[in-house]
């Protein structure tokens, strides 16, 4: 209330938070720094969301590899799924794999373009392979 601007700050895998008041208590700062200070923090914000949205994609898709990498291992012997199928599995798993070791730095739109590969490549046969369950 008597400051120019409060921050807080929210740490999702300790659960602390913490916040901080920016005051002019003594004429440190001008009004064009105020300014400014409030036009980057709007710019970091957008950057922020947009890195968010990309560690999420880059996740779900690291994850969908995973899941399908954890289910032919785990179930293999378990499922019918035949030897040809398990290989095309393995295979874009692999590829999916290096094709995110080369491109650390893909965009959300990269990334999850590259999900809806795998997944075109990955879901008729995993489809399959539950239906005979």
Known sequence: ANGIME?????????RSQTIQIKNDKGR???EQIDKMCQDAEL?????????SRIAA???LENYIQGI???IDDQSSTLQISEADVATLRHACEETQRWLDVNSE???LQ??????EVERICAPI??????NM
Do not use: H
């Open 7 to 15: 921050v807080s700050a929210y740490d999702k895998s300790t659960s």
């Open 29 to 31: 700062l001008t009004k």
């Open 44 to 52: 970091f914000a957008e950057e922020d969301e947009s890195a968010r």
């Open 58 to 60: 880059k996740t779900e």
């Open 69 to 71: 990498k954890v289910n």
């Open 106 to 108: 893909a965009n959300e």
């Open 111 to 116: 990334l999850k373009n590259r999900l809806k």
């Open 126 to 131: 995993l489809i399959r392979v539950y239906q």
